[in-house]
């Protein structure tokens, strides 16, 4: 099947994308895909911002999953230092630390299989906290029931990450511990509860080409798409499963970036886990292929990222700049750090939780 690339309509997302439709547009000349994606970026967005977000795992390892690629599942022996869930203080800490790099949006991860009912609270205290900073929520937790949705929504959580990881056809040989439906029940429970989506999927885990195309059609499917579209290479940990799973070539990579903005041209696309082994024209062919947010700081969870300082350099070279929030002057910051405090005192929010 040929696409027209002369005449590119992106007036409206489509919904309705087929598997032919979306392995055409892989299968375009890299120079022709390239222009089509970096021209349905430029109709939706500001072409030289980037949004920048701050990832901390709150709570870290020996979680009961057994994602293959992960190095906090307890099934692989990874040597990484299990950790409890962290004090809400010192979390509104680091989250006013990545403001002040630049960072406007916030995301935490909890190494669980879903909320326990006796850390909930905790984390319903952190989301307040960062709101409170003038920052955007995000939380990954696992799956979730109605109540716990429902109760992220109320306390005013902006997005939460549950990614898909792969296609529908390739899972079971990635995850036999929760199933694709699981996957996507969480989702649905998430958007009904008016909270955004952000789920996108992983690459170089051995799957075929076929497989990108699956999941970026099942992305594309959603109405309306995520808002935020995680594209993430796989960091490849000693221990896991995947520890010597085969390279996947750059420019396959840099392709997938391409027809997600293509398939959801409103969405934004982070290139994702990965960047610390991509040089810096790697992440330029990324950002013009329409990738428009990333994470930095050191760590992405559990892997290394590059620093803060690079990537402020790297947008330097290339004329880019992070996309801004309302701002707040750093005495509203501390503030608000101070306010959050007394109220995690005088609740007793602060404890020793377990692993």
């Excluded at 005495?331 to 750090?337: D, R």
Aim: aromatic share 8%; with cysteine; proline share 4%.
């Amino acid at each position: 099947m040929s696409l027209n690339t002369s005449v590119v309509n992106t007036s409206e997302p489509r919904f309705d994308w087929t598997q032919a439709e979306v392995k055409a547009l892989f299968d375009l000349p890299f120079m022709d895909l390239m222009f089509r994606a970096q021209t349905v970026h430029r109709e939706n967005f500001t072409p030289n911002e980037v949004q920048v977000s701050t990832l901390l795992s709150i709570k870290t390892g020996a979680c009961p999953e057994d994602c293959k690629y992960c190095p906090q599942s307890g099934h692989y022996n990874t040597e990484l230092e299990k950790e409890k869930l962290m004090e809400v203080q010192k979390v509104l800490e680091e989250a006013a630390l990545a403001k002040e790099k630049g960072a406007s949006r916030f995301c935490m991860g909890a190494a669980w299989k879903h909320p326990s009912e006796k850390d909930f609270p905790y984390v319903l205290e952190m989301i307040k906290g960062v709101k409170s900073l003038g920052l955007e929520s995000c939380v990954t937790l696992g799956t979730l029931n109605d109540e716990q949705a429902k109760r992220l929504s109320d306390v005013g959580l902006d997005y939460y990450n549950h990614n898909l990881d792969t296609s529908a056809e390739y899972y079971d040989s990635i995850i036999t511990t929760r199933t694709y439906q699981d996957r996507l029940d969480t989702l649905s429970r998430v958007r009904d509860s008016g909270i955004k989506l952000c789920c996108g999927g992983i690459m170089g885990m051995g799957e075929e080409q076929k497989d990108r195309v699956g999941l970026l059609r099942q992305l594309s499917h959603m109405s309306p798409h995520p808002e935020s579209v995680p594209i993430n290479m796989l960091v490849k940990v000693e221990g896991t499963p995947l520890e010597n799973v085969d390279d996947l070539d750059t420019f396959e990579f840099i392709r997938t970036i391409a027809v997600a903005r293509i398939l959801m041209p409103k969405s934004h696309v982070r290139l994702s886990a990965g960047r610390q082994g991509m040089n810096e024209q790697t992440q330029a062919l990324c950002f013009m292929a329409g990738a428009n947010s990333i994470f930095y700081g050191e760590k992405l969870l559990t892997t290394g990222n590059p620093e803060a300082d690079k990537d402020m350099a790297l947008f330097a070279n290339l004329g880019i700049n992070p996309e801004k929030r309302e701002e707040h002057s750093d005495a509203a910051v501390a503030e608000a750090i101070a306010a959050q405090v007394v109220q995690q005192e005088e609740s007793k929010l602060f404890y020793e939780a377990s692993v």
